[in-house]
């Protein structure tokens, strides 16, 4: 069965500053995506980023940044020049047919 | 456009009432669908999916149950709510044909906190 764990629970930043928040997980897949979702307190969920497994280029989307390791299973979130907006819970998730999702790291960004 | 549309939005039901939340998608045919649920402060469990019509496939076994009477409507009931059941709920569809790789993903209804008191 594929799992994905966050070991973070909870992580602060200070605005402008990097934060890179971690997550790995476990499948016996090669073809697979890779997803990080930003759940703010009206718990919509906002796609933030997305990788292929199949690519070796790391994905971004502006201030956001992935380090994706396919050996080590590994897939972390940078965010770079944080924003009090990025405040929120953000959710790693793995996909096949189906979205599974880690525990979650919340993370606080102070002024 | 491709919207997907989830209510109630919020619900407070006594301990042994039934249940019935809907989802439905516009937009487009032949969806993945699903059915998560979110604990206070926690992750989202996957409790649901379909791949089609009359099609459901069961994560966690428990007190609740899905339909999908037809190709856009997802509906997940119980016929006895339980205090655990409490959470929010969220729905979420997934093309099935892939299409352009930068627009793969899944998009997640606006979700109902349910409360059983």
């Known amino acids: 069965a594929q799992t994905v764990t966050q070991s973070q629970p909870e992580m602060s930043v200070q605005e402008a500053e990097t934060v890179t928040l971690s997550c790995t997980y476990d499948?016996?897949?090669?073809?697979?995506?890779l997803f990080w979702y930003k759940q703010p307190p009206s718990r919509q969920m906002i796609l933030v980023i997305r990788?292929?497994?199949?690519?070796?280029q790391n994905a971004t989307e502006n201030r956001f940044s992935v380090n994706f390791q396919k050996a080590a299973k590994s897939f972390s979130l940078k965010i770079s020049d944080s924003q009090l907006g990025d405040t929120a819970m953000y959710f790693c998730?793995?996909?096949?047919?189906?979205?599974?999702f880690g525990t979650g790291t919340r993370l606080q960004v102070f002024p | 456009s491709q919207t997907i549309h989830q209510w109630p939005a919020t619900l407070v039901q006594p301990v042994g009432s039934p249940l019935s939340l809907e989802c439905t998608v516009e937009g487009t045919s032949n969806p993945n669908l699903y059915w998560y649920r979110q604990a206070a402060g926690r992750g989202l469990q996957l409790l649901f999916y379909?791949?089609?019509?009359?099609?459901i496939s069961s994560e966690v076994p428990q007190n609740l149950s899905a339909s999908r009477p037809q190709d856009r409507q997802f509906i997940l009931s119980s016929k006895k709510l339980l205090l655990s059941d409490s959470g929010f709920y969220l729905c979420?569809?997934?093309?099935?044909?892939?299409?352009?790789?930068?627009?793969?993903?899944?998009?997640f209804g606006s979700g109902t906190r349910l409360t059983v008191v």
């Open positions: 990788q292929e497994a199949y690519k070796q």
């Open positions: 998730a793995f996909d096949t047919d189906k979205l599974i």
């Open positions: 379909s791949v089609g019509i009359g099609q």
């Open positions: 979420a569809w997934r093309r099935k044909v892939y299409g352009p790789r930068a627009l793969y993903g899944y998009t």
């Open positions: 499948t016996s897949e090669n073809n697979y995506y």
